[in-house]
């Protein structure tokens, strides 16, 4: 592959950021490449394959937006080549780069280079760009975090100032307080400069490169005399570079990570069954990339095929063909309450669904990339974006049989990860290299090896009967869901579980009997997903719904908030929930424009009787589980640093959802400072706490409250050693800027530094250890096994669907959720925005097919183009336990986004859609097959058509 | 002699081809050959970049031709004013390809050559009956971009040897057709799975010569949502034209890019209304032989909404033809925007 890039170096000079540079190599090799290695410039990301599907590596070539990955070098010589690192002047960043910290328009960081570039071209061209001229511009550069809008809204801003009418600073944001005000992220800077460092970015001298050899079927045996042809061994062995390739025999300790996913091996011995397309076999390591890659053309394995299936019927079937598990079930989970049967039959009306769902990928734009080394201590160390270093130390300590104390994983700037990072794999495979050479390694995966290796979002099969009274109160629900874990457990063990909770929504239901389980096929692995398991459930249930509300003649608004519980009610899960719940009011806050939208799709569609375009709006609602399962107890540190100023331990990594800005404005607040008075140390092991497992939306509310704890301890340590110096009341002092000093007229004072001084006389630690402990609200004897912690949010969608090709296109969302407290508005609009859009992908255009999808080409992303215009409602309705009244959000706002569009393409034509994603050609087939009295469509055009 | 050259002359980008005796290849953008050299699909042993020889990159308007320099940008392409009016179907395909940063360097002399069969330069090149201008040492000819395809992905033209210089589209308003009183009208319809940054699941271009054209009138409120002008449903106005000549070109139904002859045949001597755009539709269907792509779409559904966009496209273009002198303002707004969008108005 990259062999065919073969042509002899050349000597190429241009421009580069304004200097002059000679890079020396073959002309084909991308500038990318260039730039990257031989330049020493990593701003310019990579997040395809040379593809030029995703932009990431955009810069300008004499001023035009181009895909570095498709510049052969040869084509820049004697032109100028502009990257992020030049884009700030010598007086300071480039007004567009300000507006993008300023907007919150950076999240992970990842496709902020390209689009900065694009922006830029963009703004040469006219410094009054039109909203789609600047959807246009930036229409090829994907992101999967933010959504657009706010990216949208920078370039706006950007421009206004360059034409010298928009205000230099976004005053209108900058609250009093630490928290509450939409801070600046604190790594944004960074990112927009191109000087954050992200995995694949690090380089360290004597770095060696592994790749992994993979399996191309979805189902097979390997060879029982060895694990590789021992030709291909020998042959491979033998290339130049090729430092080691290490197979089962190299697992020094436990082969598995068994607590994630109880079957997966790190590497399969000889004779074993591989189970999906991209199982790993062997790891190649070697001085390059390309050495690599030799070795890996040259590996053989000998794999006998065996009969594959990757849809649930299939492998369900009597006699299937086993892959794993008893009748290839993984895990069930069930839930009973009341007398089901008695109570559908009474009711008045019962009404049978069946939904189904696609395989996701996670697609963050950053690959899966690791750099694994051994730190000044001798440890084994992984640098790598992941959501809990700690676990990830215990998987690599258990497979190389060392205690734990001497692995260390530290999570840097990571470009996304929307829980496809959770995978312990790479890191076990990362450290299992340096394990055996010794050395620095590198594992980077290509964007085709994570679409076919990382794990993804659980197809599932929910089916409901689900029984209402006439005047819509609802009255029962019968639900069975099979969730398809793929080849591997991959935590399909506790999918059941999260599928069933969310398929009951935060409704009343006098009786319940649901069961769900986890399901293997030879499907990829499947995994955490934005919503671990929920999101595929209540798509079922919001669509359902609707479907009931039309059935009875119903607003699907109404039917909501006649069964919507309160914090009293008994809730679906068979028991109250543990925290406040702002449903109805998220109801409430959407129906004005529920309203609108419905009336004027009402009056377009009536005033073009026969038109092929229809409109249709759509509503859903959501409830999602943020509670923890295991400790309930959070630890985290503060310190006095020598200065004077807080440092914060915790781990809460940041991928790009904004921890790192959120627990330093929490530990502002409780300490009493300005947030640059506070560092944040996140997510090493050997400098922090352990602080429980993260999913996206449990990091402010359980981290935030240890990090609120122990910056409250430490201050009240810091004002009583003060009020000892200054001889006065503790509680007449305040702290101001780096001082503490007393209240009232006198102004006496003391420093910071000074207090941590006399902390050191006194033999007084600087650094305390603070805990968010929710035992005590909930006693061990009466506490589920998930904290029934709920957030609610509920989502409209305005779209308008072509009848006669099945086209969709969102015209409008609004997305209201209860965030209990917006601890950073700018941030939480930007999460829920990001989380539209993904939802919006999954309703409309994502699915893996196994074996058939290669990457960024064929797995369709929302761009720019699809974005809606979006209004995001924050609702507050405090939480009573979380630090100052936050709930969860990264993860819940995806729910509801799906279901809403769904169900206003539904209302449009006519028909149920009950398939994900709805591609154009499902739309269509839906309308063909629809009774004709069903569909609102009339026939084919006719000639009196139009009338406008 | 260097692996990487970029000649400042036709003629010296001839003559380094003939030099290294097949060995070299023409790169332009570089968008198609890339990927392929990465893959192996093709192993040049030496590149001549024709994107910096001024003449392939220059478009120009003579009195009854469109030429454009083979290797002129679809960003150069769909910026271009004289063509997004008078030719805006071009401009249309041209910002439909990829997105933005692969349209600032994909040409489209290199869309022609590499010749999928739904590449959407080809398609509308066929739909304007486009020329191509190959050259090759021994001198150059100009023939028809139709007669440019063989298969899949293969074109009569050998970038080893020859170079495709300049495409040429007949240009509507001459002053004969003004006379005669001739209207022309060109328009572009694409469905994908998504709206930018991915290869269609169709494509179709077409045009349409009008005769005694009535006078142009103003039609109802052309600024649709979104910047999309709505031009479905509003043709009946135009029924006392008559279509003297109409050509449709779409993709990817055959191995090449296609022209549906039967239904442009049907289209001749007709008058314009909404039932005799649906039957050329119908007809082009019937012509249609596509397959299906377990990525994009069955050859079912392809051939399902194949009347719809052959008609969608015949009604914008009658529509253009009749208010040549409106449609340039909607459409900027619409360049602005995404033409891949539907067409949808109040
Ligand atoms: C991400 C992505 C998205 C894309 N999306 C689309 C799309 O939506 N629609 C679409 O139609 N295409 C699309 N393409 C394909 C591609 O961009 C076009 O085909 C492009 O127009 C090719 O032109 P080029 O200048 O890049 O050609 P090159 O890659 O430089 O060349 C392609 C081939 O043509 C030959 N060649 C080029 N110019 C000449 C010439 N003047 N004379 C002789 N031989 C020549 C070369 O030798 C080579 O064999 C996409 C490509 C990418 C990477
Ligand atoms: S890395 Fe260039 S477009 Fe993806
Ligand atoms: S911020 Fe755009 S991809 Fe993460």
Redesign the pocket.
């Given at each position: 592959m990259l062999d065919a890039l073969h042509f002899s170096a050349m000597a190429i000079s241009f421009t580069l950021n304004g200097s002059q540079v000679i890079a020396q190599s073959d002309p084909a090799t991308p500038l990318l490449d260039v730039l990257r290695g031989e330049l020493g410039l990593t701003g310019t990301k990579q997040g395809c394959d040379h593809?030029?599907?995703c932009g990431a590596c955009t810069v300008l070539l004499d001023g035009h937006p181009v895909r570095s990955c498709?510049t052969p070098l040869g084509k820049v010589a004697g032109r100028e080549v502009l990257t992020v690192e030049g884009l700030a002047g010598p007086d300071g960043l480039h007004p567009l780069q300000a507006a993008f910290v300023e907007v919150g328009a950076v999240q992970c960081g990842y496709c902020t280079p390209g689009m900065l570039l694009s922006a830029k071209a963009l703004l040469h061209r006219t410094l009054c760009p039109s909203r789609p001229e600047i959807i246009a511009a930036l229409e090829g550069n994907l992101c999967r975090c933010t959504g657009y809008a706010k990216i949208v809204q920078a370039v706006e801003l950007a421009a206004a100032r360059l034409r010298g009418d928009a205000p230099h600073l976004n005053a209108a944001h900058a609250g009093p307080r630490p928290i509450g005000g939409s801070a600046l992220r604190s790594d944004s800077l960074d990112k927009v400069t191109g000087k954050a460092r992200y995995a694949e970015d690090l380089t360290l001298p004597g770095m060696l490169h592994s790749r992994v050899l993979r399996s191309p079927l979805p189902h097979a045996r390997l060879s029982s005399s060895s694990v590789l042809r021992p030709s291909s061994l020998a042959e491979a062995g033998e290339l130049p570079g090729v430092i080691r390739i290490l197979t089962a025999a190299d697992v020094p300790g436990s082969n598995g990570f068994a607590y994630y996913s109880q079957d997966e091996p790190v590497l399969p011995p000889a004779g074993a069954t591989l189970r999906t397309i991209g199982a790993p076999i062997a790891l190649v390591i070697a001085e390059s990339p390309e050495q690599a890659e030799r070795a890996l053309a040259i590996l053989q394995a000998d794999l006998e095929p065996l009969p594959h299936a990757f849809d649930l019927d299939t492998v369900l079937a009597d006699g299937a063909v086993p892959i794993a598990g008893e009748h290839n079930q993984l895990a069930t989970w069930d839930l009973q309450h009341g007398d089901l049967e008695a109570t559908l039959t009474a009711s008045d009306h019962c009404l049978e669904s069946c939904y189904e769902t696609a395989f996701l990928e996670h697609a963050a734009l950053e690959r899966e990339a690791l750099l694994g080394y051994l730190d000044e201590e001798d440890r084994i160390t992984v640098i790598g974006g992941c959501h809990e270093p700690n676990f990830q130390r215990g998987y690599i300590a258990d497979a190389l049989a060392l205690p734990p104390d001497q692995i260390r994983v530290i999570v840097p700037p990571t470009g996304g990860s929307f829980g496809g990072k959770q995978d312990p794999w790479p890191f076990i495979a990362t450290a299992l290299g340096v394990f055996h050479t010794r050395r620095p390694v590198r594992l980077v995966y290509t964007r085709r090896e994570s679409f076919d290796a990382s794990p993804k979002r659980h197809p599932y099969r929910v089916r409901y009967r689900m029984g209402a009274t006439a005047d819509g109160r609802l009255t029962g629900v019968h639900v069975r869901i099979d969730c398809n874990t793929g080849g591997y457990d991959g935590h399909g063990q506790y999918i059941p579980n999260f599928a069933l909770t969310a398929s009951g929504g935060p409704y009343r239901w006098p009786a319940v009997d649901g069961r769900a389980r986890s399901v293997y096929t030879n499907g990829p692995k499947g995994g955490q997903f934005r919503g671990f398991g929920t999101g595929q459930s209540n798509f079922a249930l919001e669509c359902t719904l609707d479907e009931l509300a039309q059935e009875l003649g119903l607003d699907p608004l109404d039917l909501r908030l006649r069964n919507a519980i309160t914090e009293k009610d008994w809730s679906f899960l068979g028991h109250p929930v543990g925290e406040s719940l702002g449903y109805r009011e998220v109801l409430e806050a959407v129906r004005p424009q529920y309203q609108r939208f419905l009336e004027e799709a009402r009056q377009w569609n009536q005033s073009r009787v026969g038109h092929p375009l229809r409109r249709g709006v759509g509503l859903a609602g959501m409830w999602y589980r943020f509670g923890k399962s295991g400790s309930v107890r959070i630890e985290a540190h503060a310190e006095l640093a020598q200065d004077g100023h807080l440092i914060i331990c915790c781990s809460a990594p940041d991928y790009g959802q904004g921890t790192n800005t959120v627990m330093s404005q929490m530990a502002a607040e409780a300490f009493g400072v300005d947030r640059e008075w506070v560092e944040v140390v996140n997510a090493d092991t050997a400098l922090v706490p352990y602080s429980g497992i993260q999913g996206a939306s449990r990091a402010t509310y359980f981290v935030g409250g240890a990090v609120r704890e122990v910056s409250t301890a430490l201050r009240s340590e810091v004002l009583g050693t003060a009020a000892e110096l200054l001889d006065c009341d503790p509680d007449s002092l305040v702290i101001e800027r780096d001082r503490v000093i007393a209240a009232g007229a006198d102004c006496r004072g003391v420093s910071l530094a000074e207090v941590g001084g006399e902390f050191d006389r006194m033999g007084k630690p600087r650094r305390v250890a603070g805990f968010f402990d929710l035992a005590s609200a909930f006693p061990a004897e009466i506490r589920p096994e998930y904290l029934p912690l709920v957030v609610t949010g509920a989502h409209l969608a305005d779209v308008s669907v072509r009848l006669d090709t099945g086209e969709v296109k969102v015209r409008r969302m609004v997305a209201a959720h209860d965030v209990g407290r917006a601890v950073n508005p700018l941030d939480a609009e930007g999460q829920i925005e990001g989380a539209v859009l993904m939802g919006l992908g999954a309703a409309l255009m994502e699915e893996v097919l196994p074996g058939q999808t290669t990457g960024l080409s064929d797995y369709y992303l929302p761009t720019a183009q699809s974005m809606p215009e979006l209004q995001v409602i924050l609702v507050e309705v405090p939480s009573r336990h979380g630090p100052y009244g936050v709930k969860g959000l990264g993860e819940a706002a995806m729910l509801p986004s799906t279901p809403a569009i769904i169900n206003a393409v539904s209302r449009a034509i006519g028909v149920r859609l009950r398939t994900i994603p709805a591609t154009p050609e499902r739309v269509l087939q839906a309308i063909q097959l629809a009774p004709a009295q069903q569909g609102c469509y009339a026939g084919p055009r006719t000639r009196n058509a139009g009338g406008s | 002699m260097p692996a990487y050259t970029t000649p400042a002359t036709l003629d010296d980008a001839l003559a380094l081809l003939a030099s290294h005796k097949g060995q070299a290849?023409?790169?332009?953008?570089?968008?198609?050959?890339?990927?392929d050299l990465r893959r192996g699909v093709?192993c040049p042993q030496a590149l001549v970049d024709?994107s910096r020889i001024p003449e392939l990159a220059h478009i120009e308007m003579t009195g009854e031709w469109l030429v454009v320099g083979?290797?002129t940008t679809?960003a150069a392409l769909k910026e271009h004013l004289a063509i997004r009016q008078r030719v805006p179907a071009l401009a249309e395909a041209a910002s439909?390809?990829?997105a933005m940063g692969?349209q600032t360097?994909?040409?489209w002399?290199?869309?022609l050559?590499?010749a999928?069969p739904a590449?959407?330069?080809a398609i509308v090149a066929l739909a304007l009956e486009a020329e191509a201008r190959v050259a090759e040492p021994g001198g150059a000819a100009w023939r028809p971009v139709a007669s440019l395809f063989r298969g899949p992905g293969q074109s009569v033209?050998d970038?080893t040897r020859?170079?495709?210089t300049h495409i040429r589209v007949p240009l509507p308003t001459s002053p004969l057709d003004r006379a005669q009183g001739k209207r022309w009208g060109s328009a572009w319809r694409r469905v994908g799975r998504r709206d930018s940054?991915?290869?269609?699941i169709l494509n179709c271009a077409v045009k349409l010569v009008l005769e005694n054209a009535s006078m142009p009138y103003d039609p109802p409120n052309l600024g649709g949502q979104g910047g999309v002008p709505n031009l479905v449903g509003q043709v009946e106005v135009m029924a006392e034209d008559l279509i003297e000549r109409a050509t449709i070109a779409l993709g990817p139904v055959a191995p090449r890019p296609f022209r549906a002859q039967e239904a442009e045949s049907f289209l001749a001597g007709k008058p314009l209304s909404i039932e005799v755009f649906e039957e050329a539709g119908r007809i082009a269907q019937r012509e249609s032989n596509p397959r299906s792509s377990v990525m994009r779409a069955s050859r079912e559904y392809r051939l399902a909404v194949i009347p719809h966009i052959v008609s969608d496209a015949l009604a914008a273009a009658a529509h253009r033809a009749q208010v040549g002198r409106r449609i340039h303002e909607s459409l900027n707004q619409r360049l602005s925007g995404s033409v891949n969008q539907q067409s949808e108005g109040d």
């Open positions: 593809e030029g599907e498709l | 290849m023409v790169i332009a953008g570089g968008t198609d050959l890339i990927p093709k024709i083979a290797a679809f439909a390809v990829g692969i360097a994909a040409t002399g290199g869309n050559v590499q999928m590449a959407d330069g033209i970038p020859q170079i495709l940054l991915v290869l269609p």
